[in-house]
């Protein structure tokens, strides 16, 4: 059973445009909630992360929003650029345990 | 550098035949995890450990065992390795005991194939 689902399985977008990935969970005991970048050949590397307590977390062109109340979580990437294409992962975790979404391979194309 | 490290990246072996990979990190982090990822599975944790003797299972944990010694090594045995273990596993460790809201940071990955 998948604690977190993780849509759409592949993007691909023009230089310049929004990337959007969703996630949704089921268990509201999960209380920190990062997204991870991972490129080929490479583990994931964390890129952005929130906590239950605050709707929006933006860090440079990566956004997080975060709506509690339907248990659902997505990142934006601002003017996508080629160097953004990777394979994206949502996360979400309570206590010391982790469960990510099946990941997200984002295509930027020039 | 600051890093976690994988031993080997690469392995190929035989049903039945007791593996162990290693996993090494410099940053004297106290949570240690690791990690399969499969196609359309994501990642999903197998074993994680909040410190020197602690550990605890994840969310997959059948047909692996870990030991956590020193602060730095959290290898990850395979006893009896089968086929279905067959995969790509990743070593993550953070800073505090509260590792779930902590960032983790990832080795480069084993990937492992079981005939």
């Known amino acids: 059973q998948q604690q977190v689902k993780q849509s759409p399985q592949s993007l691909i977008v023009q230089k310049g445009g929004i990337s959007i990935i969703n996630c949704a969970y089921e268990?509201?005991?999960?209380?920190?909630f990062p997204w991870y970048q991972q490129f080929p050949g490479k583990g994931p590397a964390l890129l952005i992360a929130i906590r239950p307590d605050v709707s929006e977390k933006k860090e440079g062109r990566f956004t997080i929003s975060f709506n509690k109340s339907a248990k659902q979580f997505s990142l934006h990437i601002m003017d996508s650029q080629p160097g953004d294409s990777a394979t994206y992962f949502c996360?979400?975790?309570?206590?010391?345990?982790?469960?990510f979404g099946t990941g997200t391979s984002l295509t930027v194309i020039p | 550098e600051a890093q976690v490290t994988q031993n080997p990246r690469y392995l190929i072996t035989v049903t039945g035949k007791k593996l162990t990979v290693t996993c090494s990190q410099n940053?004297?982090?106290?949570?240690m995890s690791w990690y399969r990822q499969d196609p359309g599975l994501g990642l999903r944790q197998i074993y994680y450990?909040?410190?020197?003797?602690?550990?605890d299972k994840g969310d997959v944990p059948e047909g692996y065992k870990v030991s956590r010694k020193e602060k730095r090594n959290f290898p990850l045995i395979l006893e009896s390795p089968s086929p279905n273990q067959t995969s790509l596993y990743f070593c993550?460790?953070?800073?505090?005991?509260?590792?779930?809201?902590?960032?983790?940071?990832f080795g480069d990955g084993t990937r492992l194939s079981i005939l």
């Open positions: 993550a460790s953070s800073l505090s005991v509260q590792g779930g809201n902590q960032p983790q940071h």
């Open positions: 450990s909040m410190n020197v003797e602690v550990t």
């Open positions: 268990n509201t005991a999960f209380d920190y």
């Open positions: 940053m004297n982090h106290e949570y």
């Open positions: 996360a979400a975790s309570f206590g010391n345990q982790f469960y």
